[in-house]
């Protein structure tokens, strides 16, 4: 079975910008969430998304969002880009809502300037 | 708030010896607690998990320990080889919510 895929792999990006980034989760799987790990911080919860609807959502503003289409694969859109999203974006699939184990994609790392 | 911590950065161990990696975590409400390992350039990767209801669970060459009481999570790694180089992340759930994070601990193994 496939594992979750993320596109692209790297971006840069300027100051203002938007970006939407991609994830496809694994097959069968329903659920997925998005974090974003910046150098020195833990994994921080951006939202999760289960049946393309958006189930729980992190403390970013909301220039970060996200959607979930009927096929599970997931999107997020950060608008107005600042120097500070520049981080490692990273997707997880889980077969169901909450689901305890999340298996994770290789991320997108995002380069603002 | 929730808060889950590690409680040493970097960890450094001879190949061959076995390694500890420390949690520390605030909620007394958690109830699921999972060890992620993450080498550079890959995304986070399932070691082992365990629920509130146990003390300790063992994987192939991973024991992960869990003290309620003072709040502490362990993971264990038995025979550590370089290919356990990587950044190690504990994390909570409480109930439906979302999983919690901690900073990552670096273990290195020295060939």
């Known amino acids: 079975k496939a594992g979750v895929t993320q596109t692209p792999r790297y971006l840069i990006k300027t100051r203002g910008q938007q970006v939407t980034l991609s994830c496809s989760p694994i097959?069968?799987?329903?659920?997925v969430s998005w974090y974003q790990q910046t150098p020195g911080q833990g994994l921080q919860f951006l939202f999760e998304?289960?049946?393309?609807?958006?189930?729980n959502k992190g403390n970013f503003p909301g220039r970060f969002s996200g959607r979930q289409f009927s096929n599970s694969r997931s999107e997020m859109n950060v608008s107005t880009l600042e120097l500070g999203d520049s981080a490692l974006y990273l997707c997880?699939?889980?077969?169901?809502?909450?689901?305890?184990?999340?298996?994770f994609g290789p991320g997108t790392r995002l380069l603002v300037l | 708030g929730e808060s889950v911590g590690l409680h040493l950065p970097t960890l450094s161990v001879q190949e061959g010896d076995n390694s500890i990696i420390n949690c520390a975590y605030s909620?007394?409400?958690?109830?699921?607690f999972i060890w992620y390992k993450q080498e550079s350039g890959k995304g986070p990767q399932f070691i082992i998990d365990?629920?509130?209801?146990?003390d300790k669970r063992q994987g192939q060459r991973v024991t992960v320990l869990l003290n309620k009481t003072v709040k502490h999570l362990s993971l264990q790694i038995a025979a550590t080889q370089p290919g356990d180089s990587a950044v190690y992340f504990c994390?909570?759930?409480?109930?439906?919510?979302?999983?919690?994070f901690g900073t990552g601990t670096r273990l290195t193994v020295i060939p």
């Open positions: 997880a699939s889980s077969p169901g809502a909450g689901s305890e184990t999340q298996y």
């Open positions: 097959s069968g799987h329903r659920s």
């Open positions: 998304y289960f049946s393309e609807t958006q189930r």
């Open positions: 909620n007394s409400a958690s109830d699921y």
């Open positions: 365990i629920r509130s209801n146990m």
């Open positions: 994390a909570e759930k409480t109930g439906a919510n979302n999983l919690f």
